[in-house]
């Protein structure tokens, strides 16, 4: 699925470097679960934004679904992103002005589907996230947890290759936290790839691999009883 390869992020401002990512190597193959954890600052953003392709590297490759993704410009990385990748985050990024059902749909649109078929998949998604009954409610009428599972909705519907989340159960109380796990755990068994940034070890141990970064380095991996 990915592969970085001596991957480097720097950060210029003004006269003071940081190098956010030192030389990173990272394989995660189709179908894996992994998560990422380390103490703030030690990159963890800088790596999802990257394998995300909402930024590139300042050095080294990444390879994604055999294409060396580092040579592209925006607009490549872009298209690769739409068609392949799903996020989620910590503070759900739902749109306030849009029915739950229009931000599922939204992520449909880009894809040319024909609007009937767009519609059965948005109720699809919404179903399997035990969602459906709220489709025509607006984001804030939603606890948290409910409206995590429309960002669940609305990053799979497209049908992802990778999902990437960013500390998915930051925000949720243990109860919602454990079933937004459950349901990343049920997509994975149906072979999506996930790549999660938690600080929750309970949460982190629903992967298969657990990736420690720390200044910015891989410092431990641990596979798994998976
Ligand atoms: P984490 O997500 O683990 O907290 P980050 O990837 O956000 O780590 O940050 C890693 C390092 O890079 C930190 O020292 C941070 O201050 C720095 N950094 C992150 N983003 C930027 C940026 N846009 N400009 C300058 N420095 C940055
Ligand atoms: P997977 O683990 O998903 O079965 P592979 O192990 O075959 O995939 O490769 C992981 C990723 O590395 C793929 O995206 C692949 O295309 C990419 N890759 C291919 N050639 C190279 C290379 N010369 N150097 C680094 N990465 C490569």
Not at 2 to 28: F, M, W
Not at 62 to 78: D, I
């Amino acid at each position: 699925m990915l592969k970085l390869v001596d991957l480097v992020k720097a950060y210029r401002t003004e006269e003071v470097e940081t190098t956010a990512l030192n030389s990173v190597n990272i394989h995660v193959r189709d179908g894996e679960f992994v998560a990422i954890m380390g103490p703030s600052g030690c990159g963890k953003s800088s790596l999802l934004n990257i394998v995300g392709m909402l930024d590139t590297p300042s050095s080294g490759q990444y390879w994604f679904n055999g294409e060396e993704v580092s040579k592209y410009g925006e607009r490549k990385l872009a298209d690769i992103r739409k068609k392949n990748i799903g996020f989620i985050f910590q503070s759900f990024n739902l749109i306030d002005e849009l029915t739950v059902f229009e931000n599922v749909e939204l992520a449909l649109l880009y894809h040319d589907i024909p609007a009937r078929e767009r519609k059965e998949r948005v109720k699809a998604a919404l179903e399997k996230v035990n969602i459906g009954h709220r489709e025509s409610h607006l984001p804030q009428q939603l606890s948290g947890g409910q409206q995590q599972r429309v960002a669940i909705a609305r990053a799979v519907v497209a049908k992802p290759k990778m999902l990437l989340a960013d500390e998915p159960t930051g925000n949720l109380d243990s109860a919602n936290g454990d079933e937004v796990m459950r349901m990343l755990t049920d997509l994975n068994a149906e072979g999506t790839t996930i790549v999660m940034v938690t600080h929750s070890m309970p949460h982190a141990q629903y992967a298969t691999r657990i990736i420690n970064l720390f200044d910015g380095q891989v410092v431990a991996e641990n596979l798994r009883a998976a």
